[in-house]
């Protein structure tokens, strides 16, 4: 019996495609990680702050809370389609959603559409140089760029949580 089970685990591992003795690459494993981190913090934003204070401007110069989860939206769409070589699925979010329900289900199909984009950066593609911001950038910086554009409106949104005497999720206790 032992020799049969040494015979039929040395016949897997022969057949097995040398794909599943791959190693992770860590670079894209820390881009999705970063992802996922302020994914957290701004999708509850949207969860937590009222239908009323999506309207909510500081000075009437800047963006609202609501246009600010839309342009996140946008950004998530632009950028990790860009990126990725994937055709956006949705674009002017910002200047067309007002809704608290809409916008919150944009933002989640962005998230969803950032991690598809990443999910598709094999090492070759992830290195491949494609013009970006006005150079030429691998593909998975420009996709490390988008986490940073995120944590950016994140900060934006805290500020207007705290302005309205809102804890922003980030800040609240564990």
């Not at 939206?73 to 990126?83: K, L, P, W």
């Not at 998975?140 to 804890?167: C, D, P, Q, W």
Request: glycine share 6%.
């Amino acid at each position: 019996m032992t020799r049969q089970l040494t015979a039929i685990a040395i016949a897997a591992l022969v057949f097995l495609p040398a794909t599943a003795f791959a190693q992770a690459n860590p670079f894209s494993d820390a881009v999705k990680a970063q992802l996922a981190q302020i994914k957290t913090p701004i999708t509850r934003t949207a969860e937590k702050v009222g239908e009323e204070l999506y309207a909510f401007k500081p000075t009437p110069d800047v963006r609202s809370l609501g246009q600010l989860i839309g342009h996140i939206a946008d950004g998530n769409y632009g950028i990790c389609g860009m990126a990725s070589g994937m055709k956006p699925t949705a674009s002017g979010i910002e200047k067309s959603t007002t809704t608290k329900a809409a916008l919150q289900q944009a933002l989640a199909d962005s998230f969803a559409f950032c991690e598809q984009a990443i999910a598709g950066m094999d090492e070759k593609k992830a290195a491949e140089a494609i013009k970006a911001f006005g150079s030429m950038q691998p593909r998975l910086m420009v996709l490390a760029f988008n986490n940073s554009h995120l944590n950016e409106h994140y900060g934006n949104l805290v500020t207007y949580m705290r302005l309205k005497g809102i804890v922003p999720p980030s800040s609240e206790p564990k």
